[in-house]
């Protein structure tokens, strides 16, 4: 059964979500999120779309985007989750599919600030509703560029949240008041297939498969441009974490160790 078409119209912005394969907790280590910030940083560069909101999850990604020309957001998800992929797989020493199917996708006007502003507050309320963060400000989410007003180097403000006052100190202390009411549903809980014990059981007692000698990854080597990713990395997390402050020391003792 061929798969439905995705709706793709000018003046739209998409709320995205991508997750791991088998849902597995793949985006926990934080060099594959400084990693894909990367990774989204020159997919700009190169697809010229805006990012209003980003959301890393341990197993999932949200987005809300809004390309250039409606036909660029194939592209843009196509060459975005190939080449993390491709890092992923490299990182972590593992073969296949890293993501996991389609990603999801709902497309909305841009111009529709209610419908924006409650995809902007999910989005960025992710965390708190997994009991990861008390508050909002989470290191890998954008949260913080609307609430201290600072830039990531990534992602931008959506209009609708421009226009929530006459001046910008206005428009983020009404978006703070509006995320402090958010009350996020609880998730449910995770049930069992028949069969599913049992299965673990045994891929514990199996014995590791073993790659084909003649197997050969896409990349043969991988030189990641560490200088370039820690630097978009760390202009990301430090406009958006809950303490700069504390960020900027780690950050400095980790460069006097790594000399």
């Not at 059964?1 to 000018?10: I, T």
């Not at 003046?11 to 985006?27: A, M, P, Q, V, W």
């Not at 703070?176 to 049930?191: D, L, S, V, W």
């Not at 974490?241 to 006097?256: A, M, N, R, Y």
Request: charge should be positive; proline fraction near 5%.
């Amino acid at each position: 059964m061929p798969r439905q078409r995705r709706e793709l119209r000018s003046g739209y912005c998409y709320h995205i979500t991508t997750r791991c394969n088998n849902r597995e907790f793949r985006l926990t280590r934080s060099e594959c999120r400084e990693v894909l910030l990367f990774a989204i940083k020159r997919c700009q560069d190169k697809y010229g779309f805006k990012l209003y909101a980003l959301c890393i999850m341990s197993n999932h990604v949200h987005y809300l985007l809004e390309p250039q020309q409606p036909d660029h957001l194939p592209q843009i998800m196509h060459w975005l989750n190939w080449y993390t992929a491709m890092c992923f797989n490299q990182m972590l020493n593992r073969t296949g599919h890293f993501w996991e199917k389609r990603y999801h996708s709902t497309g909305f006007p841009t111009s529709d600030k209610r419908r924006a502003l409650n995809t902007l507050r999910y989005i960025h309320g992710n965390p708190k509703a997994a009991n990861m963060q008390q508050g909002f400000f989470y290191d890998f989410s954008n949260y913080g560029t609307y609430d201290r007003l600072t830039h990531d180097g990534i992602t931008q403000w959506h209009p609708a949240f421009l226009a929530l006052g006459t001046t910008l100190e206005i428009c983020a202390a009404a978006y703070r008041k509006f995320c402090k009411k958010y009350k996020p549903k609880p998730k449910p809980e995770k049930k069992n297939h028949w069969g599913s014990k049992l299965l673990a059981k045994l891929r514990a007692r199996g014995k590791p498969t073993k790659v084909s000698p003649g197997q050969k990854s896409l990349w043969e080597e991988w030189d990641a441009p560490a200088e370039e990713i820690r630097k978009v990395a760390e202009k990301f997390v430090l406009a958006n974490c809950f303490d700069p402050k504390f960020i900027s020391i780690t950050s400095s003792l980790i460069e006097k160790n790594t000399e």
